[in-house]
């Protein structure tokens, strides 16, 4: 079986980096494809460049919105896919020509709804890093998946490094104005829908790292209230399942502590909302669940530390944490 595979890329501003990363898409070994390109309101010309290469390779679908972020973008491309299996790609990536041809046949041979790979970063100067790139393949179920998922020392959060069976999708419901931590919500969704994931750790995907990547988001209210939302909807997903609540309460009490003890990084001059009081309910929520925190066999001895400073000692936490 020959399935189609739609490979959706949300492009905003792209105009830059759009025609490398479609070039790397149409040269696919893998040639049962329909590339669906969502410009997102570009104010370059994008649109241009994406319409031209979809007269060369009539494989390429271009649309266009107006703009309201990647996962609306995302969304779209979704609605319009015809295909049986679902991909993602940023604007600003490239793939490896085996790339689903890799994930498909692993997706076949092993039943399983979700295939994915491992990927390397590119930093503009050319230098190179590969996550792992050790070449193991490990065949997840579905509770194994998502708990894989919530550590984050297998999966990778990112949409781009996997192939999806579309009926996945379907009736996904999900937070669509999420900026931050989008991608790990919706890969939660997925997996736990799912019945079985493979994962081979060869670096198939490449990131690009650009020197404008960095912004100020970190200013802006949504950062701090995202990165809560995805901790919170974990811990919310999985906290009757006796398999993985342990595992989501360990990661809600990560993010909401790291929040916490970073915040002398923050600085709250520039932030454009009232910083210091999402600071005190962030503690005021982990106090609240004290006990259950105390009581998971998952936590080591640092966590715990870090625990009962937030309850007895919390400036001294933060002093400690701007030390390191």
Known sequence: ????????????NASKYITRTLDSICNQTY????????????????????????????????????NEGVTLARDMGISMATGELI????????????MYECLYNNLVKYDADISHCGYKTIKENGEENLFYGTGKLII??????????????????SLCIKLFRKELFDNLD?????????DYVMN???????????????????????????????TEEYFYRDILKAADITLNLFKYDDNIHYYAEKRWFKTYSSMYKNQHSCN???????????????????????????NNPLFKFSDKFILYLMKFCPKLLVIIDSLR
């Open 174 to 182: 999900y937070d669509k104005i999420m900026r931050i931590n989008e």
């Open 31 to 66: 040639k049962n494809l329909e590339i669906i390109v969502v410009d997102d309101g570009s104010s370059d010309n994008t649109l241009e460049i994406c319409k031209k290469q979809s007269e060369k390779d009539n494989r390429i679908k271009v649309f266009h919105k107006e």
């Open 188 to 218: 939660l969704l997925l997996f736990k829908k799912s019945r079985i994931s493979v994962f081979v750790d060869e670096p198939y995907y490449h990131y690009y790292q650009n020197e404008n990547s960095g912004s100020s988001k970190n």
């Open 87 to 98: 991909g993602f790609v940023d604007a600003d990536d490239t793939i490896d020509r085996e």
């Open 268 to 294: 709250f001059e520039k932030v454009k909302f009232d910083l210091k009081s999402l600071l005190y309910n962030v503690r005021n929520k982990i106090l609240d669940n004290f006990t259950m925190f105390k």
């Open 140 to 157: 997840q179920s579905n509770t194994d998946g998502i708990i894989d998922l919530i550590k984050g020392e297998i999966i990778e959060p």
């Open 1 to 12: 079986m020959n399935e189609k595979i739609s490979i959706i890329i949300p492009a905003y």
